[in-house]
């Protein structure tokens, strides 16, 4: 929502819980912002996930999208443009608010 410190502690435990499942992060956490985090940043936190999106992420051999429901509702998320050939809901938790997609290159 901003670059307050408090705005980066849900990133930070989410980047921790990533490592538990071997996961490289596109964007690094090392006390500096690589350029491409914050082409990144605008292209996801604009609400919808275009094609040219996701050619991004895939170049940055991004294959999962977690989708906290909390921050990005599905009546906001646009979720016909997630689920295109290109992207596959592959779990869905209600209790939790939390979707994960799987970006289809092939």
């Given at each position: ?26 964007n690094g956490y090392s006390g500096f912002f690589p350029r491409h985090y914050f ?32 921050k990005f509702p599905r009546t906001d998320f646009d979720l016909a443009s997630l ?24």
């Amino acid at each position: 929502a901003s670059n307050k410190v408090s705005d980066f502690e849900v990133t930070t435990r989410w980047m921790f819980f990533q490592t538990a499942h071997g996961k490289a992060m596109i964007n690094g956490y090392s006390g500096f912002f690589p350029r491409h985090y914050f082409d990144n940043r605008r292209a996801v936190w604009s609400g919808v996930l275009t094609d040219e999106t996701l050619v991004l992420l895939a170049r940055q051999d991004v294959d999962l999208i977690v989708a906290d429901r909390r921050k990005f509702p599905r009546t906001d998320f646009d979720l016909a443009s997630l689920e295109t050939p290109g992207v596959v809901r592959v779990f869905e938790d209600p209790q939790a608010e939390i979707d994960v997609y799987r970006i289809v290159t092939e």
